[in-house]
């Protein structure tokens, strides 16, 4: 059982940044694809970064040049780095371990982060 706590999260001015963090604890950690989702108001929650246990990262078109993914094994750690944020942006950010395209943990209660204009 994979348990997930966000963080980072805030009110940012359109062209800010901010680093969300994603505390994982559970078994095979190490060797998890993990993911960072998104959901804003009235809209479906969308898959935005996965980060595998060895190879590249993916990112979906909106973010691509705006966002890392990276990670930290030692410390069960998952990250998203976010830059020249937009207020397209807003939304509850989530983490999740992925298997395929599919999330298998259990969410946890996001991080808010919200863009102003």
């Known amino acids: 059982q994979l348990h997930l706590v966000e963080s980072g999260g805030g009110l940012v001015q359109a062209g800010g940044s901010l680093r969300l963090s994603c505390a994982a604890s559970?078994?095979?950690?190490?060797?998890?694809?993990m993911g960072w989702y998104r959901q804003a108001p009235g809209k479906q929650r969308e898959l935005v970064a996965t980060i595998p246990s060895s190879g590249s990262t993916n990112y979906t078109d909106s973010v691509k040049g705006r966002f890392t993914i990276s990670r930290d094994n030692a410390k069960n750690m998952v990250y998203l780095q976010m830059n020249s944020l937009k207020p397209e942006d807003t939304a509850v950010y989530y983490c999740n371990a992925l298997v395929g395209h599919s999330p298998i943990g259990s969410w946890g209660q996001g991080t808010q982060v919200t863009v102003s204009s």
């Open positions: 559970g078994s095979f950690f190490s060797l998890r694809t």
